[in-house]
C-alpha cells in the first residue's frame, strides 16, 4: 500500500475511534419553582442526584424559581432532590466594597433536613425535548 493511502486509511479509523460511543448519561433541562410554606424560597441551591449513583446536577434558586441547564440539564431516571437556602447577594454589585456586599446580603433561610441532609424529595426525570417542570413546595 503506498503510503499515503496508509495515511488516508489511519486518518479514516482515527476519525471513526473519535466519533465513539459517549458514556456521558442523557440529560434533560429541569425548571421549576421552590416555595416554603406557600412563600417563595428567596435564595438557594438545588441538587438533583441520581439514584443509586451518578454525576450530580444542580442549579440556583432565585426569588423561588430554578433552572438546571448545566452539560444539558439533569441525567434522566430517578433522582433524590435537595434544596439548601443559601445567602441572597443583591443583585448588582458592581462599585460596591466587599463590606457593602456584606451588609447587603441577606442570610440563607435554614431549610428542614428532610429537604436537604436527609431528603425525602424524589423526582422522575424521563427523557423528553421541551424542559421538565418540577415544583416543590416545603413545610417547615
Known amino acids: 500500500m503506498p503510503a499515503k493511502g496508509f495515511v488516508f486509511c489511519m486518518a479514516?479509523?482515527?476519525?471513526?475511534?473519535?466519533?465513539?460511543?459517549?458514556?456521558?448519561?442523557?440529560r434533560r433541562v429541569v425548571t421549576g419553582t421552590v416555595t416554603l410554606d406557600g412563600a417563595p424560597l428567596e435564595g438557594g441551591?438545588?441538587?438533583?442526584?441520581?439514584q443509586p449513583e451518578g454525576p450530580i446536577a444542580a442549579g440556583k434558586i432565585?426569588?423561588?424559581?430554578?433552572?438546571?441547564?448545566?452539560?444539558?440539564?439533569?441525567?434522566?431516571?430517578?433522582?433524590?432532590?435537595?434544596?439548601?437556602?443559601?445567602?441572597?447577594l443583591p443583585e448588582d454589585t458592581s462599585g460596591m466594597s466587599l463590606g457593602q456586599i456584606d451588609a447587603a446580603t441577606k442570610p440563607a433561610i435554614p431549610i428542614p433536613d428532610k429537604y436537604h441532609k436527609n431528603?425525602?424529595?424524589?423526582?422522575?426525570?424521563?427523557?423528553?425535548?421541551?424542559?421538565?417542570?418540577?415544583?416543590?413546595?416545603?413545610?417547615?
Do not use: H
Not at 479514516?12 to 442523557?26: E, H, T, Y
Not at 441551591?45 to 441520581?50: A, C, E, K, S
Not at 431528603?119 to 413546595?137: H, I, K, M, R
Open 12 to 26: 479514516l479509523v482515527l476519525l471513526v475511534g473519535c466519533g465513539g460511543i459517549s458514556d456521558a448519561p442523557d
Open 45 to 50: 441551591v438545588i441538587r438533583f442526584r441520581p
Open 62 to 88: 432565585r426569588d423561588g424559581k430554578y433552572e438546571v441547564t448545566n452539560k444539558g440539564g439533569v441525567p434522566l431516571g430517578k433522582q433524590r432532590v435537595e434544596i439548601k437556602g443559601a445567602p441572597i
Open 119 to 140: 431528603s425525602e424529595l424524589e423526582a422522575d426525570v424521563e427523557a423528553g425535548s421541551d424542559p421538565l417542570v418540577l415544583n416543590f413546595d416545603l413545610k417547615k
